[in-house]
């Protein structure tokens, strides 16, 4: 009597699986759809076995279950079998290493041992060699039923050793899960091969098909359920992987300008089902195609389709992707809204090799390359300074703080009043031996991005308090220079000790220390960052409010912060040649002197920008037309010059 609960346990086991790929959305991508295919078999293979075992313990069988019973055989042969080869696409397709059987030679050859499995089924009825099925004896195995299992085992083997190939594929845990099902499930067909009675195959394939899920398919990890595409984290493992093996696609990278706003206006299920929506479009273009798209989403609105490139050489299949996509999503308007998306193509591995270039292109190339434009070739890219220097952001943010590469500019400021130079603002720069002077409009943002902006910041705060405590600031008719703090800086808790520590280790006058902190800051000011703020007033710190008119300017956080200092950003001054521009800012300037506040307006660059400044009675004024900021050394001589005789 053969002990059946095994393979009672295992259906539900499946069907499991099957619900949470379901309910997670885990149907969209080649690999996911793959993997339900291999549960979907394997269900299939165990209520085959078991259409097989009851029937055949029923001696001697009716005519009905000797026809479920010999029709059962035939299909869990088959099935089960096809599902090793199931398997092995699985995890070609879970790893981007399809490439390996795309030459039709090896494809033949793939399938050549299951044909082979099918022929001698298709001969069985005649010649009764693989198995036999009577009403009085039931089942029993014919002298091919070897050759059967020869071909389970060299899909089985085929398999196992791949999976020990692909170690550099997949990170350690899911490495093991993977090796760990193989050896399970091979120990499952030991154990029934010499014990029949024990129909553990399926149940052991079952925990082992769970495991996949939970251990590799993680639906939490590898999908965004929320808008039906694969999440970012995939997307990432899958560049890898591409990487490595060399295989050749096609990545159509699209930013969604206007996400953010679409958003806040429709709301969060809205946008997400309008992401959807658009995901939907996109896989109905690949029948046009004739190719695969994968599917992934970054968030707050970054689209990433992932196809094959065209063997045919005609017409290249991300070209006419590309062609087609932007259009397709700017053309999709719901509730009033559309995206406005940014497109750029990018050819693995002919315009780049590495995973991290790869990725960083997709976040950047909008920075790198400024033209009006809504459609960008990598191609047209790769080979700028900007890339390399973004691609290579970390190595050179690593070298200017082992190597002091953090160099600090001054640019000074005109005291208007008294027509000197009585402050200036420190502006740090990166001065790597490989790239050269390295703005911080480039740094800055990555620095924020990646995770350096602290220990950059304590740097830039080091270099100014050892500039103040080697020069005698009023003798240079200096009297402070300001210094600009990063959002991370300013939720510090230790931001108050750090700069105690620099004051005693250089003997700084708080008083020559002017503190920046830019207006979006404080959109989401934090209880630790107003601590912050006050205890280092309590310590003599003085604190100014960068690019006022930029963010969302409120003069109620401007009465209620403790400031010095209101330092109008450029763009104001932009606008001065208007009367509507000129207005705001002579409202703005005598609204913010009303309340006792001292005004830096930054930018003017030119003499009638400043004789506006002047006849509006600022206070100080920072821009080209006085000076660039400078290197330390031609700093303190530009001051020798200009305020010996004012």
């Known amino acids: ?326 259009d397709l999503i700017r053309g999709h308007v719901k509730m009033g809204v559309c995206f406005e998306p940014r497109v750029c193509l990018i050819r693995c591995p002919e315009d780049l090799q590495k995973a991290e270039d790869v990725i960083s292109l997709g976040h950047i190339f909008l920075q790198i390359d400024e033209r009006k434009q809504t459609v960008f070739r990598a191609s047209d890219i790769v080979h700028s300074r900007t890339f390399a220097m973004e691609a290579h952001i970390e190595e050179i943010f690593d070298r200017a703080l082992k190597n002091h590469n953090i160099k600090m500019f001054y640019q000074p400021i005109l005291d208007v009043q008294s027509g000197r130079f009585r402050s200036a603002e420190a502006l740090a720069r990166i001065i790597d031996p490989e790239y050269g002077l390295i703005s911080p409009a480039v740094f800055i943002p990555a620095a924020e991005t990646e995770g350096y902006i602290i220990p950059i910041g304590d740097a830039v705060l080091d270099q100014v308090f050892r500039f103040v405590s080697e020069h005698d600031l009023d003798a240079l008719g200096l009297s402070y220079v300001e210094i600009n703090l990063s959002v991370a800086q300013c939720m510090e808790r230790s931001l108050p000790e750090k700069i105690s520590a620099l004051q005693k280790k250089y003997g700084v006058d708080p008083g020559k220390i002017n503190l920046e902190i830019t207006e979006t800051n404080f959109e989401h000011i934090s209880e630790i960052m107003f601590e912050n703020v006050n205890e280092l007033i309590r310590m003599g710190y003085s604190f100014a409010l960068d690019d006022y008119g930029t963010g969302y300017s409120s003069i109620q956080r401007v009465i209620h912060l403790p400031l010095k200092l209101i330092k109008i950003d450029k763009s104001m001054l932009e606008e001065v040649s208007t009367a509507n521009g000129r207005m705001i800012l002579d409202y703005t300037m005598r609204m913010m002197q009303s309340i006792g506040k001292l005004l830096v307006v930054e930018g003017a660059e030119t003499v009638d920008e400043v004789e506006i400044l002047r006849s509006m009675n600022c206070d100080y004024i920072q821009g080209f037309y006085f000076s660039r900021p400078l290197p330390e050394e031609e700093f303190i001589r530009f001051l020798e010059e200009q305020n010996k005789d004012r």
């Open 1 to 326: 009597m053969k002990v059946i609960y095994f393979d009672i346990c295992a259906i539900p086991l499946f069907l499991m699986i099957l619900i949470i790929c379901h309910t997670r959305r885990m149907t969209k991508g080649k690999a996911n759809q793959m993997f339900v295919l291999v549960v979907t078999v394997s269900l299939i293979s165990a209520i085959a076995d078991l259409g097989m075992e009851i029937p055949n313990s029923m001696l001697p069988m009716s005519g009905t279950g000797y026809f479920i019973c010999t029709l059962s055989t035939y299909l869990y042969l088959a099935v089960r079998n096809g599902n090793n080869a199931i398997l092995l696409l699985f995890l070609l397709m879970l790893t981007r290493t399809t490439s390996l059987i795309r030459k039709k030679w090896i494809r033949f050859a793939f399938w050549l041992p299951y044909m082979v499995l099918l022929l001698l089924l298709a001969q069985n009825p005649f010649t009764h060699r693989v198995f036999t099925i009577t009403a009085e004896t039931g089942y029993a195995r014919g002298p091919l039923m070897m050759a059967i299992y020869a071909i389970a085992m060299v899909y089985g083997l085929t398999g196992l050793v791949y999976c020990i190939y692909c170690r550099r594929y997949l990170p350690a845990n899911k490495w093991a899960a993977l090796l760990t099902c193989y050896l399970l499930a091979h120990a499952a067909v030991v154990i029934q091969f010499f014990h029949p009675e024990l129909l553990v195959e399926m149940f052991c394939t079952a925990l082992g098909e769970m495991l996949i899920m939970l251990s590799i398919m993680r639906p939490e990890e590898r999908m965004d359920s929320a808008v039906g595409m694969l999440s970012w984290a995939s997307y990432r493992s899958d560049i890898r992987n591409i990487a490595l093996s060399g295989e050749h696609v096609r990545i159509v990278v699209i930013r969604l300008l206007n996400c953010l706003e679409i958003r806040n206006f429709v709301g969060d299920h809205n946008y997400n089902q309008y992401l959807s929506e658009v995901a939907d479009r996109i896989r109905a273009v690949r029948w046009t195609h004739r190719h695969r798209i994968e599917i992934y989403f970054e968030r707050p609105g970054t689209i990433y389709l992932i196809t094959d490139a065209d063997e045919s050489g005609s017409e290249d299949a991300g070209e006419r992707l590309l062609a087609e996509v932007g």
